[in-house]
């Protein structure tokens, strides 16, 4: 008996504890409410004291006796989540992102923070590229943001593609990759044609509207983006790509990436993209290749990046007249005209250096070479015989344009003749950009600038003479008939200063000097003058800005900047023109008045902006409807480009993700005779409506809703191109190592024009570009290693 009781008082413990005390297995899910994203490293709290964190996933696993439990969900960048759980099983937790009053995550001077930025800004993340991206250029994927507009001259996203930011076209948009300009250094113009394929190596695209950031210079006038290439993966990575679509566009990609290795990390993209294009004789051909070799060491991390990149497209300059816009053939109708065809090369190399906790040191070195020329047949000269042959140069003009009085004579006047003209040009620019910073418990400092040097070679040449008595006079080979060497020297200096007076206020000051040197010496060849002329341009650049953590789920922002730029170089002088003399053009200048919030509430991120920008000397452009592949500038001496941005992203599940964004503008002329009319070529209402759902695990889908206010063709604004609705549907799915998207853009057939210019000539002209109708593409990926 009294063995039986000894036991029963050893069993029974043990019996009980079974029963009512037995450890049970909570596990969850911790997801970002913004992106829908797994949270890493999330602090998982239960109330005795223990604890654990979460995985790469986002999830955990944690044991206990009691249930019911409180647990708390704690992490540095989210607002901590208290929860009494009923159950083992927690599901999936949304945590909501909250604002930090000061940096904890060190960040470029190039990059704006949320919730730390006096900036209107965004950004397309890695995902999003993903869903959205196909074979399109990058202005095409970038227009689904607030504020942005693009259009292509072949109609369906390839070749020569163009981007807008609050009315300013891209040669006012600063545009960097990781951190390198990209524009061009004469007339500040961006080719994105360049850059095939450049997505793929994204990890994220910035575009920061407004002035933006001081590192960004004199082109940010409209705004600024800056492309980052992805940071690779830890391990061996490679895929392969093929794709096909309408207009016979086909895409082939290769990547790899040898993974972390040590301290080494490497990659390389090969790519090529071809395509007809919607409209006839606008076809493209693009080839890219990119390396990059990362070392990550204690203190200091460097990143060496090459970018080589090929096209070769066939264009035209004129638009679909007014009477064909509406006609299915006919809107696609064209004619050979001429032929472009460039090679760049890109070399950066990216050095961070940690000195202390306090201090940091960024730099980059880049150096950018390119060569290419654009090509025509021309024709020239009276047949006095053909009375339709009045749309023809007269002889001795011909003359005089080439350089040739000297080698023929005007006996030659009643002659027919074609001919093929080139137009060269060799460059090179490289530079520096070095940062400095300082941190301390309530204040940054930012100091750097950029030394920058460029040096262009440009000429003119002509040959394949139809008249062959004419090409034994001039020569068989190339003559060439002008030639002119441009360079320029760009030193920018800046301090920028954030500073925290009290808890949530920021305050942000910022002084940039920037010195432009110009010159260009043009040969002087015949009738060429042989002008050798220079400019100096000193401007300084003052902005400030606040921002203010209303709480930790909202926060306000004011700023002001001042831009001014230089002009381009065909602003200037048309130095391959003989009839050309250098004109007075004064530097171009704008005052930035902004105002903004985000606000975070529930599964809902709004962002609102209101901008003011007064502009003086504006420089505006229109197609030179006399010589192809130039435009014509226009002075307007103040005008006006204020509006409201806003964007609301709703993300109910990590299945559902709406975003919805806009934009409304005024870009008026303040003075001169159109004073109170519209800029021409600006949307004023810009919609985008983009919801995505994952139907299953590895199968998701995209619809796009667009919409695109009328534009003005004109300055008087006589021609109009009315305002159209878009929907674009694109499917992705993966099965083990497959993946296969599909993308479908104008679900609904629409007929429309992106673009167009209108010129008094008996009568009214209207031109247009258009849009291409329903068309799709459809690619397979093999990837091994992701």
Same mark, same amino acid.
């Given at each position: 008996m009294y063995q039986i009781s000894l036991s029963v008082l050893f069993v029974l413990p043990l019996l009980v504890s079974s029963v009512f005390g037995k450890e049970q297995t909570i596990t969850g899910i911790v997801r970002s409410h913004t992106n829908g994203k797994p949270v890493e490293l999330a602090n998982i709290i239960l109330e005795d004291g223990r604890g654990t964190y979460t995985d790469e996933q986002g999830r955990f696993v944690i044991a206990t006796s009691q249930i019911p439990i409180r647990i708390t969900i704690a992490h540095i960048?989210?607002?901590?989540?208290?929860?009494?759980?009923?159950?083992?099983?927690?599901?999936?937790?949304?945590?909501?992102?909250?604002?930090?009053?000061?940096?904890?995550?060190?960040?470029?001077?190039?990059r704006a923070v949320k919730g730390k930025t006096p900036v209107a800004f965004s950004e397309v993340s890695s995902a999003e590229i993903h869903d959205r991206y196909t074979v399109e250029d990058v202005p095409m994927i970038l227009a689904q943001e607030p504020g942005v507009f693009a259009y292509s001259e072949s109609g369906n996203g390839t070749g020569y593609s163009y981007v807008q930011i609050r009315g300013f076209d891209q040669s006012r948009i600063a545009v960097m990759l990781n951190d390198v300009p990209l524009n061009d250094n004469e007339s500040h113009q961006v080719y994105w044609v360049d850059h095939t394929d450049i997505l793929s190596d994204a990890g994220d695209v910035q575009i920061q509207r407004g002035i933006g950031n001081s590192l960004y210079g004199s082109a940010a006038f409209g705004g600024s983006i800056n492309v980052q290439s992805a940071p690779g993966t830890d391990n061996p990575v490679m895929k392969i790509e093929i794709g096909s679509g309408s207009y016979h566009t086909t895409k082939m990609h290769l990547s790899l990436s040898s993974g972390r290795r040590g301290?080494?990390?490497?990659?390389?993209? =090969?790519?090529?993209?071809?395509?007809?294009g919607y409209r006839e004789e606008?076809?493209?051909?693009? @080839?890219?290749? +990119? !390396?990059?070799?990362?070392?990550?060491?204690?203190?200091?991390?460097?990143?060496?990046?090459?970018?080589?990149?090929y096209e070769n497209c066939h264009l035209m300059w004129d638009g679909v007249a007014a009477e064909d816009i509406h006609d299915r053939e006919r809107r696609r109708a064209g004619y050979k005209s001429y032929t472009d065809d460039f090679f760049q090369q890109i070399y950066s190399l990216?050095?961070?250096?940690?000195?202390?906790?306090?201090? =940091?040191?960024?730099?980059?070195?880049?150096?950018?070479?390119?060569?290419?020329?654009?090509?025509? @047949?021309?024709? +020239? !000269?009276?047949?006095?015989?053909?009375?339709?042959?009045?749309?023809?140069?007269?002889?001795?003009?011909?003359?005089?344009?080439?350089?040739?009085?000297?080698?023929?004579?005007?006996?030659?006047?009643?002659?027919?003749?074609?001919?093929t003209r080139r137009k060269w040009i060799e460059n090179e620019y490289y530079g520096v950009i070095p940062t400095m910073t300082w941190l301390s418990n309530n204040m940054r400092l930012d100091v750097g600038g950029e030394l920058r040097f460029y040096a262009g070679d440009h000429h003119g040449e002509i040959a394949h003479f139809s008249d062959a008595e004419l090409s034994d006079l001039i020569g068989r080979s190339w003559f060439r008939y002008y030639r002119y060497f441009g360079t320029k020297s760009i030193a920018t200096a800046f301090a920028h200063i954030a500073y925290n007076p009290v808890d949530r206020l920021k305050l942000i000051s910022d002084l940039q000097f920037q010195q432009v040197k110009w010159g260009l010496d043009q040969y002087k060849i015949g009738h060429a003058v042989g002008y050798d002329v220079s400019a100096f341009w000193n401007f300084v650049n003052p902005r400030l800005g606040a921002i203010y953590s209303v709480s930790d789920h909202s926060a306000v922002f004011v700023n002001y900047g001042r831009a001014q730029r230089e002009p381009a170089d065909d602003q200037i002088i048309s130095?391959?023109?003989?009839?050309?003399?250098?004109?007075?053009?004064?530097?171009?200048?704008?005052d930035d008045y902004e105002a903004g919030c985000n606000i975070i509430f529930n599964k809902i991120t709004i962002d609102l902006n209101l901008y003011g920008i007064r502009y003086r000397n504006e420089q505006l452009k229109n197609i030179?409807?006399?010589?192809?592949?130039?435009?014509?500038?226009?002075?307007?001496?103040?005008?006006?480009?204020?509006?409201?941005?806003?964007?609301?992203?709703?993300?109910?599940?990590y299945r559902w993700n709406v975003v919805l964004n806009g934009s409304w503008s005024r870009n008026k002329f303040l003075s001169g005779p159109n004073r109170g009319k519209s800029l021409p070529n600006v949307p004023a209402v810009l919609f985008n409506s983009i919801c995505s759902v994952n139907l299953m695990k590895n199968l998701s889908l995209a619809l796009l809703i667009r919409h695109v206010g009328k534009q003005f063709l004109d300055e008087q604004n006589i021609g109009v191109n009315p305002a159209y609705w878009l929907v674009d549907a694109g499917l992705h799915y993966k099965i083990r190592r497959l993946a296969f998207n599909v993308k479908v853009n104008n679900l609904l057939n629409t007929l429309y024009a992106t673009y167009g210019y209108g010129y008094e000539w008996n009568g009214y002209q209207a031109y247009y570009w258009p849009g291409a109708t329903r068309n799709g593409f459809f690619s397979i990926a093999y990837l091994i290693g992701e």
């Open positions: 960048a989210y607002c901590d989540t208290v929860l009494l759980v009923l159950k083992g099983d927690c599901g999936e937790i949304w945590l909501t992102p909250t604002y930090l009053p000061i940096d904890q995550v060190i960040v470029t001077a190039t301290r080494w990390r490497c990659s390389t993209r =090969l790519a090529q993209v071809t395509s007809d606008h076809s493209s051909f693009q @080839r890219a290749a +990119t !390396g990059a070799i990362t070392y990550e060491g204690k203190n200091i991390d460097h990143q060496f990046r090459t970018l080589l990149g990216s050095s961070r250096w940690k000195i202390s906790e306090q201090v =940091l040191f960024n730099n980059v070195v880049y150096l950018v070479k390119g060569r290419g020329y654009y090509e025509t @047949r021309k024709s +020239t !000269g009276y047949d006095l015989s053909d009375s339709d042959s009045t749309d023809w140069f007269d002889f001795r003009d011909f003359l005089y344009a080439y350089n040739l009085d000297g080698r023929l004579t005007n006996d030659h006047q009643q002659r027919t003749l074609t001919f130095a391959d023109d003989v009839w050309s003399q250098p004109q007075q053009t004064a530097a171009e200048l704008i030179d409807v006399e010589q192809e592949g130039e435009y014509s500038y226009k002075r307007a001496a103040a005008t006006d480009h204020s509006g409201l941005e806003w964007e609301m992203r709703y993300q109910p599940t």
